[in-house]
């Protein structure tokens, strides 16, 4: 049970903002929830690296997008979502699954159609998968847009889900 909760449906070694946009709408997928921390926004920093600015723009002429983070600072995560005029929820408690549940309903969509992308394995994945969403795991953006060279703590992660017997791409 815990390898297919740890196993994302991608699993890229690209950031948010690198992600082939056209992959994810060949896919049936409708809308997306996005983790902020350290996918969208640089550890640290409140303002969006032009890539991902970029890339959320394209996406939101495709599908509806919702910033889902555990962070709990409404000023740091609702400064993004307004910037972009998406709807967030914050303190969402991943990898429970209540929070998503409620983003999940306002989708209105099949839980298969909608695409959960974030950082971090045990948490992002976990709760996408608990409810059958498309998961993407995707490395986490430094203040440039690009992938983090000094990641530890995802590196951790797939470690362990490697060391549980979990298969990743």
């Known amino acids: 049970m815990l390898r297919q909760l ?22 049936p997928i409708r809308a997306l929830v996005l983790d902020v921390d350290r996918t969208l926004l640089p550890r640290r920093q409140a303002a969006l ?13 495709h599908m509806p997008i919702h910033l889902f983070s555990n962070n709990p600072s409404r000023q740091r995560i609702g400064a993004v979502a307004a ?15 209540s929070a998503l549940r409620k983003v999940l309903a306002d989708l209105k969509l099949p839980h298969g159609q909608v695409a959960l992308i974030g950082d971090r394995l045990f948490t992002d994945v976990i709760a996408g998968n608990r409810l059958g969403l498309f998961t993407v ?24 889900a490697r060391w549980v017997g979990t298969t990743l791409g």
């Open 6 to 27: 740890l196993r994302p449906n991608w699993l890229r070694d690209c950031t948010l903002a690198e992600l082939p946009l056209q992959e994810l709408l060949d896919q």
């Open 137 to 160: 795991l995707v490395k986490p953006i430094d203040p440039l847009g690009r992938p983090c060279q000094r990641d530890r703590l995802q590196k951790l992660e797939l470690r362990l």
């Open 49 to 61: 690296p032009d890539s991902a600015r970029r890339w959320l723009e394209t996406a939101q002429q």
């Open 83 to 97: 910037e972009l005029n998406l709807p967030y929820t914050i303190s969402a408690g991943k990898p429970r699954r």
